[in-house]
């Protein structure tokens, strides 16, 4: 369960949220709105990426400015440019590297590596110089490297930006498959017409939050105004 509780947040006299209070316990969650409105900063407090200026963010109980390191072990997050999240030269290393503060032995460490490698569908690439990758394939080993950690919540702040629609709809059929809870920023309306819930920001505020196709409808009718 995220809560996000009477939230403001500014950057210097800017204003980007304000009065936000959410509870969010269904499993998938799009965030929806236009540039500037406020939904990656959203995103980004769930983690603690952000502190905000005032209120309260908990994550299943946990309040994320007191209690950050044992939040980032729960909640994993995905950029929107994958390159941002690859730190080490090949596709294994690089999911080894998410493992190393579980001091496994080498055979473990192996072993998970290759399991989640094989759940993406990267198992050919192991030894493949990882920022030589596909911008889909990319995106797929930064939810690996993510994933291997297991996460219970999945925040992800427009991981389909860098993609064509086919590896678009590939990411999100996985997102949808996946056992965590998953909170989406996106612009492409599409992909969460169906979730359960979507929540609509709009100049720092929550205009719109319902089942998919009527916070996407919402999303739209406020667009043309």
């Known amino acids: 369960m995220i809560a996000f509780e009477s939230i403001r947040h500014s950057y210097g006299d800017r204003e980007v949220l304000r009065g936000v209070t959410l509870t969010l316990t269904e499993p998938r969650v799009g965030i929806i709105g236009a540039n500037g409105s406020g939904k990656s900063t959203l995103a980004r407090l769930v983690n603690g990426l952000v502190t905000p200026t005032e209120g309260r963010v908990l994550v299943d109980g946990l309040d994320v400015a007191v209690d950050g390191a044992a939040v980032r072990r729960r909640v994993g997050f995905i950029f929107p440019d994958p390159d941002a999240q690859i730190v080490m030269p090949t596709v294994a290393e690089d999911v080894a590297f998410s493992l190393r503060r579980r001091k496994l032995g080498r055979a473990e460490t192996a072993r998970q590596v290759r399991e989640v490698l094989g759940r993406f569908n990267l198992q050919d ?101």
């Open 125 to 225: 690439h192991a030894d493949h110089p990882a920022h030589l990758l596909s911008s889909g394939q990319k995106q797929l080993l930064a939810l690996a490297a993510i994933l291997v950690t297991e996460p219970s919540v999945l925040v992800c702040d427009e991981p389909t930006t860098l993609l064509d629609l086919r590896n678009s709809r590939h990411v999100t059929t996985l997102l949808e498959a996946l056992p965590q809870q998953v909170v989406l920023v996106t612009h492409h309306l599409e992909l969460v017409e169906h979730w359960e819930r979507v929540v609509v920001i709009d100049a720092g505020e929550v205009v719109a939050d319902g089942p998919g196709r009527d916070a996407v409808a919402a999303y739209r009718a406020l667009m043309s105004c």
